[in-house]
């Protein structure tokens, strides 16, 4: 028996087939936003609003939220609350004039056109008075039957979503269905505020009245959110006519409440709902302005769905302290726009939790940090982004050579050493095993390894000096410099890692950096350029390192203007004065005597600051250059290429 099988586009969420998302892209996405000078959470924020990169088909926040917005406005222009109000008055007017026109021109025939003339425009107190009339037409009792079962069915529904259903068999016995469901939650909530309601109870009443609340909630509590999220928008919907409408349609439910005997019990009940959930905005009245009228249990679930629509806003945009992704009610999100909607809910949310999961982000004292991962990542990508824009001819590795770790092959190898750190010689260790043994199976001991021997690269003591000062920020040189210290710290730590490099930031003073503070450091909005505490500093670490090569590079877009005094205290001066500019030019002398030749990458077109740096080259020998921002790591890699291959 063969059987047939049918295929479609598979609809019951993501694909589970398709590869798991690169969370390396949105940290890259993240990083950009970040060396710009933006907190590790706000370029979170920032990424989840603009959506993934690379994902085309999947939303972020910002694209939710005019989902939202576009509903909301829907919702207002096609929203009209007084449907049932016009109902009534034209049921009302059809059972009256179905009633003149089987009325005699007799006495009493000329009675019940008195009573007739005499009655209330107020709808409710009409409806009241008549209540006691008896009808000589069949088809105005008929209409006014039908009057009646409106209000009970419509005020009813604006309390319990779904109750028109519920109640379209006139059958008395439904009514009292209703009566008892009612007086059963409202013991049922007077037992929870006293500690006693369990599980058990609550399930006990949904098997009885279950059909009753089509929302299906699980236990108590979501019982109670759905009723009182309703209740508050019947209210809502009272604060939203006008003060004539109100009246009326007050009258008109309490009426029916009363002539249904529930009108006590639906004040208890909704005393207890407001008591619980006193947050959802009882009696806010909602601008609407549509044409169509629509009924009042319709019109409660637009204004229900209205304000969900402004709850789920105000979580979509996450602009309040401690906002996360999770606050995000997943099903208020897919009532309003779908299960697609959610899809990009929890696409969004698996980037955030993946990059903490994945050791890119932590949460250190309520603060969103990056860790060293990330901050390695980051580098490399900055170092990629510079090797994609060098011409291929200006790529290259190292090719000094000398007996040491970092080169390539020589093709010789030698025995093992504690310490070593050379690639191991399988063959020739299986070799030097299989002489030993001469047996299967091979067994292996410390004797038996050899390692290779490899060309030496001479090691180098690599200083980058960046300038921290707020021109940077103001000039839009901040990222770009930022970006190029991670790429050489990620270059030299993927191709040279005998070399020591430190990374000295200087404003009016100057202080070694960490790879991971540098990438979330924001520059200092305070007055100078200390240049002099930093050349200080990476004469230290030179004279750290006596046998490596010397790299100073230098990374400013002003002249000095500070200089550290022997008190440990940073002096400011502008214009420069002579003992800053004077102790500045002698630790470039010192440089010169250790054989550190200093390249400055000179980042604003100004005449003094060319004056400063062409007198550092003419003392030092080093070359000065004037790159755009969005080239300097272009410049800065190469010159550090260039300066160690010619070493």
Known sequence: MTGSYAYRRYSAGPDPLAPPYDVRSALDDMGDAILSGSTPLDA???????????ASDRRGLDDLLRAVRRRRGELRENTRL???????????????????????????????EALLDALPSDPARAIRELAGYGWRSAAARRTFEELRDLLRREVLDSRFRGMREALADPDPA????????????????????????????????MRKYGDMFPENPRNLEELVDQLARRAAAAQRLLASLTPRQRAELAALMEQTLEQAGLAEQMRRLGDALQARRPDIGWGAPEQVSGHQPM??????????????????????????????????????VRRALGRSAVDDLEALRRVERELEAQGYLRRHRGKLELTPKAVRRLGETALRRVFSSLESGRRGDHDQRDAGTAGEPTGSSRPWRFGDEQPIDVVRT????????????????????????????????????????????????????????????????????????????????????????????????VQGTNLHHALLIAGRHLDRHPDFEPVVLVVTDGEPTAHLMPSGVPRFDWPP??????????????????????????????????????????????????????RLGEYVVSDFLRARTRR
């Open 295 to 332: 009924d009042m249990g319709d019109a409660v679930s637009a204004l229900e769905e209205l304000a969900d629509l402004g709850d789920l806003e105000t979580t979509l945009r996450q602009v309040y302290p401690g906002a996360r992704l999770d606050d995000i009610d997943e099903e208020a």
């Open 82 to 112: 007084d449907g049932t109000l016009e109902r009534v008055r034209a049921l009302l007017d059809r059972a009256i004039g179905q009633e003149r026109a089987e009325l005699s021109p007799d006495e009493d025939g000329r009675f019940r």
């Open 430 to 525: 299986v070799v030097n095993a299989v002489r030993r043994g001469g047996r299967s199976p091979v067994t292996l001991s410390v004797d038996d390894f050899e390692v290779a021997e490899t060309e030496r690269r001479s090691a180098a003591a690599v200083c980058l000096l960046v300038d921290l000062s707020y021109s940077m920020a103001l000039r839009g040189t901040w990222a770009a410099a930022k970006q190029t210290a991670l790429a050489l710290q990620a270059l030299v730590a993927a191709k040279f890692p005998q070399d020591a490099v430190q990374i000295i930031g200087f404003s009016n003073y100057a202080r070694v950096l960490r790879a991971d503070e540098l990438a979330a450091l924001e520059w200092d909005m």
């Open 44 to 54: 979170l924020r920032d990424l989840l609003r603009r959506g993934l990169p690379g």
């Open 577 to 630: 004065s002579p003992e800053t500019l004077t102790l500045t030019l002698a630790e470039v002398d010192k440089m010169t005597r250790r054989r550190a030749t200093i390249n400055i990458f000179m980042l604003a077109p100004d005449d003094r600051l060319r004056d400063f740096v062409d007198e550092i080259a003419r003392r030092n020998g080093g070359r000065v250059f004037s790159p755009d921002a969005d």
């Open 174 to 205: 439904a009514m009292e269905r209703v009566r008892q469901m009612t007086s059963e939650l409202s013991d049922m909530l007077d037992r929870d505020a006293r500690g006693e309601h369990t599980q058990e109870d609550f399930d006990q009443f």
